[in-house]
T-cell receptor, first 115, second 114 residues
């Protein structure tokens, strides 16, 4: 079965603090992809990153970084020096090679950055 | 911009009426998806399509049907709407030919069923 768990429902941080959003996944597929999406208060869903199961290198993009660890089935997302514009709901998602190209989303983490 | 347009953007209707939501894409993507988003549930897949007239069920397909007669259009129909189908509906496409690419979403349709 495919499952994505985002245990943190809501997080609040003060601007300029670092924050890590957790994502734990379950899959029996050997080939799979992990994703992060951002949904700001305006409601649109914005793709942030895709990582495949064979690439465990960490990814950094500006203030954003992602830590993929197959040993713990986690794909965590860190925002460094958070800003008010980072306030959004963040979703982690999983797609596996044997699941008919379906995506499985976590329930999301709502991040509020306080100025 | 992935060229995805959803219509209508907002709709209020009554229980028992049929409702059709339209998703239109301009970039000839093979895979298209319909999701619903509800508080506490994230996004849940309703149906998806992997080509013209090729569709399959997702996690929450009961009460919904879909059709895809052209590559660019993917329709979601609620045959007899119920209050439990009040939700925000998102259409998405997947990059690439395999359906494993990043998904890009339309702006959503807010549907209220009274």
């Amino acid at each position: 079965a495919q499952k994505v768990t985002q245990a943190q429902t809501e997080i609040s941080v003060v601007e300029k603090e670092d924050v890590t959003l957790d994502c734990v996944y379950e899959t029996r597929d050997t080939t799979y992809y992990l994703f992060w999406y951002k949904q700001p208060p305006s409601g649109e869903l914005v793709f942030l990153i895709r990582r495949n199961s064979f690439d465990e290198q960490n990814e950094i993009s500006g203030r954003y970084s992602w830590n993929f660890q197959k040993s713990t089935s986690s794909f965590n997302f860190t925002i460094t020096a958070s800003q008010v514009v980072d306030s959004a709901v963040y979703f982690c998602a999983l797609s596996g090679s044997n699941t008919g190209n379906q995506f499985y989303f976590g329930t999301g983490t709502s991040l509020t950055v306080i100025p | 911009d992935a060229g995805i347009t959803q219509s209508p953007r907002h709709k209020v209707t009554e229980t028992g009426t049929p409702v059709t939501l339209r998703c239109h894409q301009t970039e000839n993507h093979r895979y298209m998806y319909w999701y619903r988003q509800d508080p506490g549930h994230g996004l849940r897949l309703i149906h998806y399509s992997y080509g013209v007239k090729d569709t399959d069920k997702g996690e929450v397909s009961d009460g919904y049907s879909v059709s895809r007669s052209k590559t660019e259009d993917f329709l979601l129909t609620l045959e007899s709407a119920t209050s439990s189908q009040t939700s925000v509906y998102f259409c998405a496409i997947s990059e690439g030919a395999t359906g494993m690419g990043p998904q890009h979403f339309g702006d959503g349709t807010r549907l209220s069923i009274l």
